[in-house]
Every structure is written in structure tokens, then in C-alpha cells.
């Protein structure tokens, strides 16, 4: 039995995580908001009352649309909040191992040519969101090439599943069908649906990250992906067969970020050399539980 915690326990991710680790065993500590990760003090407390072997570092502003308001914010929660976090664990948990969650969004636009995206791939941050987690990502390297720290980096490329905030593309456009289905309207709105993405369910990054922690390098980055892109064209109309068939989908302006990486695709060799890990969950079995999930009443 693994002593564990997760900081941002209680958001999309950390829920199915902790859910993963107690299901296998551990003893899961998870902190949110209770614990600002921006402020050391608090965050030493919380360790010497946990004594984790293992920590899950998801706290963070992840949504790329709102970082570009709000940049300050991003930056402080994302970069100084790793920082925090890794100079209490140095002081109170020295031995711990600690999974950086970071993103793919740090590899900004790249061409066909580039891809499958290997982890050595250079970073060219295309948003406030990425950058904070680029800075992020070197904060955690520090941390491992100055003091030894045992921090391993995961990059995962987009991932979804039930639960996930209707801020996101798929649970968005499955909230509006599942409207327009109720009121017998025959459209609803999307953004631009021609990126294509590197997509996989979250119940099985969450396996990925409790692989990376037990069997990572430290001061290594990994993939989580799934090795193949899909057009969001073709999630929705996935979406549009199992909601609701026949509804238009009509294109908003306002729904289009400033900037869109067209296409991302990541390896995932790397992960599978060091941990065996493949994803297994098939899409559309999670388009259908992302429906089922906002279906049940609050």
C-alpha cells in the first residue's frame, strides 16, 4: 500500500485518479481548493500530515480559451504553484516521487511532416496555457538537476471522459444536444471543427500517470496519447448520431479561439517501453459514457 496524494483531487482528472489508486489499493490523499498550492506554508502542512510516497501534481488552470484573460492567473497557479509544491516536498518528503502533469499544448503549431510528436520535439507555446506549463515543466527539471528530486513529467495529449467540465469541446456540444433533443430544435452551435486531435479516454491517462510515478525516470518526459488523430468534425458527428440524429451543426465565431493548432498526434513509445502502457478504452465508448454521465440527473 502506496501512500498518496493528489493535489486538484477534485477536478476532472484528479476524481478518476483517486478513484484508480484507492480501486488498486493505496491509501489517496486528495487536496482542491482547501490547499493553495501557491502558498508554501500550507502546502508543507498538508505533507507532514500525509507523509506521501507518491505525489500527483494535477493542481492547474487548463483551459486554454480562458488563459488568454487571464494570463497572471494561469502563470501563478500553474508555474508558481509547481514551484511551491516541489520546494515543500523537497523539505518535508525528500524521497517522494512526483508526477508533473503537464500538456502537449506546449508543442504550439507543427506540420504533418512533424508528426508522430516524439518527446524530444522542440516547444513552441502558442497560448498563456502552454507557456505557463512549459515554465512549469522547467521548474519540475530544476527541481530533479539541482536537488535530486525525484519528478517525473507527463505530457498528455487531449484526453475526456465522463465528468468532464462543459467548458471542454465534447461534454459542450453533447450538453447542446442533449437541449436541443429536449426542445425539438433541429441545430446548435459549434466552433471551428476542422483541428484534428490526439484523443484518449481519461480512465486510461489516469492508469498512465500511476505507471509513470511507479516506473518513470526522474527528470523524464512522457507522452500519454493515443497515436492517432481525429477531426473534432468527426466528434461531433459521432456525437450528433448518438444524441440526437439530423441536428445541424452551424458554426459560431464566437466559439473559435484566437489561435487553433491544427493538428497534434503524439508517440506513445516511449510510455510503452518504460511501462507497457497502451490505451484500451475505445472512443466511442466514451463519447457514450461522457452522454450517459450528463444524462443522470443532479
Not at 94 to 103: F, G, N, Q
Not at 190 to 211: E, I, T, W
Request: one cysteine or more; a negative charge; aromatic letters at 6%.
Amino acid at each position: 500500500m502506496t501512500r498518496v496524494l493528489i493535489t486538484g483531487a477534485q477536478g476532472f482528472v484528479g476524481r478518476h485518479l483517486h478513484a484508480h489508486l484507492r480501486a488498486r489499493g493505496d491509501l489517496v490523499v486528495g487536496v482542491d481548493r482547501e490547499c493553495d498550492v501557491t502558498d508554501e506554508a500550507s502546502v508543507r502542512a498538508v505533507l507532514r500530515e500525509v507523509e506521501p510516497e507518491v505525489i500527483f501534481h494535477l493542481a492547474a488552470l487548463t483551459h486554454v480559451g480562458e488563459s488568454w484573460d487571464q494570463a497572471a492567473e494561469f502563470t501563478r497557479v500553474n508555474v508558481v504553484g509547481t514551484q511551491c509544491l516541489l520546494n515543500a516536498a523537497r523539505a518535508v518528503v525528500p524521497e517522494a516521487t512526483t508526477l508533473m502533469v503537464s500538456t502537449s499544448e506546449v508543442y504550439g503549431l507543427v506540420s504533418e511532416a512533424d508528426l508522430p510528436l516524439t518527446e524530444t520535439f522542440r516547444v513552441a507555446p502558442l497560448s498563456p496555457y502552454a507557456t505557463s506549463k512549459v515554465e512549469a515543466e522547467h521548474v519540475a527539471r530544476e527541481a530533479w538537476r539541482h536537488h535530486d528530486q525525484r519528478v517525473i513529467i507527463a505530457r498528455p495529449f487531449n484526453h475526456l471522459g465522463p465528468g468532464q467540465s462543459p467548458n471542454f469541446f465534447v461534454p459542450a456540444l453533447a450538453s447542446r444536444l442533449l437541449a436541443a433533443r429536449r426542445d425539438g430544435r433541429d441545430h446548435v452551435v459549434v466552433g471551428d471543427l476542422a483541428p484534428r486531435r490526439d484523443v484518449s479516454d481519461v480512465r486510461d491517462v489516469v492508469r498512465a500517470y500511476a505507471l509513470l510515478a511507479e516506473y518513470g525516470a526522474p527528470g523524464e518526459v512522457y507522452h500519454v496519447a493515443s497515436e492517432r488523430d481525429v477531426a473534432m468534425r468527426t466528434l461531433a458527428e459521432m456525437l450528433v448520431e448518438l444524441v440526437a440524429p439530423g441536428t445541424r451543426l452551424e458554426r459560431d465565431e464566437s466559439l473559435v479561439r484566437p489561435v487553433e493548432i491544427p493538428v497534434s498526434r503524439g508517440s506513445a513509445a516511449k510510455i510503452f517501453a518504460t511501462t507497457g502502457w497502451r490505451g484500451e478504452i475505445e472512443l466511442a465508448q466514451t463519447l457514450r459514457d461522457v452522454v450517459a454521465a450528463l444524462e443522470i440527473p443532479d
